[in-house]
């Protein structure tokens, strides 16, 4: 377990993604947290202009890719490679939410799982309406680049 008195709230976030990503599958990860996830907005309507329009082949690439530059980059996590993937298919909303808990749990302790879980609350303000104020016009290629930068810095 790791001491989270030490992590950012950001630093909390990537490794409880990354915990659940890794106890889950990304479709149970996905599963888990949406079930906290009020969201707004149309995705329907917006994906397309969001995500470009990759084929399946590129997306299985590009998630199979971040899987092992995350495993390999971490100094925090355990490194998995062979890890059995849950076939959340088969198991209940309640299942997976008592099986991410767990994960975020025995990774980050309780202190760290609840700072993880704080940033589901609902907030005030309308994140759909204001995102364009607040991110600008910036990419996806943008996003990444800034992630790295992050998770490099002291």
């Given at each position: 377990?790791?001491?989270?008195?030490k992590?950012?709230?950001?630093?909390?976030?990537?490794l409880g993604?990354?915990?659940l990503?890794?106890?889950?599958?990304p479709a149970?990860?996905?599963?888990?947290?949406?079930?906290?996830?009020?969201?707004r907005?149309?995705?329907t309507?917006?994906?397309?202009?969001?995500?470009?329009?990759?084929?399946?082949?590129e997306?299985?690439?590009?998630?199979?890719?971040?899987?092992?530059?995350?495993?390999e980059?971490?100094?925090?996590?355990p490194?998995?490679?062979?890890?059995?993937?849950l076939?959340?298919?088969?198991?209940?909303?309640?299942?997976?939410?008592?099986?991410?808990?767990?994960?975020?749990?025995?990774t980050?302790?309780h202190?760290?799982m609840?700072?993880?879980?704080?940033?589901?609350?609902?907030?005030?303000?309308?994140y759909?309406r204001?995102?364009?104020?607040?991110?600008?016009?910036?990419?996806?290629?943008e996003i990444?680049?800034s992630?790295?930068?992050?998770?490099?810095q002291?």
């Open positions: 377990m790791i001491d989270v008195s992590l950012t709230q950001t630093e909390i976030q990537q993604i990354d915990t990503s890794l106890a889950l599958g149970g990860m996905g599963l888990f947290m949406h079930q906290f996830d009020i969201g907005g149309d995705y309507r917006d994906r397309d202009e969001i995500l470009g329009n990759p084929t399946i082949e997306i299985f690439a590009r998630i199979k890719e971040k899987r092992i530059s995350q495993v980059s971490s100094d925090v996590l490194k998995v490679t062979n890890m059995k993937m076939d959340v298919t088969k198991l209940s909303q309640a299942e997976i939410r008592r099986l991410g808990i767990k994960a975020l749990t025995k980050l302790g202190p760290g609840v700072r993880f879980m704080q940033q589901f609350e609902m907030g005030s303000g309308d759909t204001d995102r364009d104020q607040i991110l600008g016009d910036i990419t996806i290629e990444f680049v992630i790295e930068e992050g998770r490099q002291p």
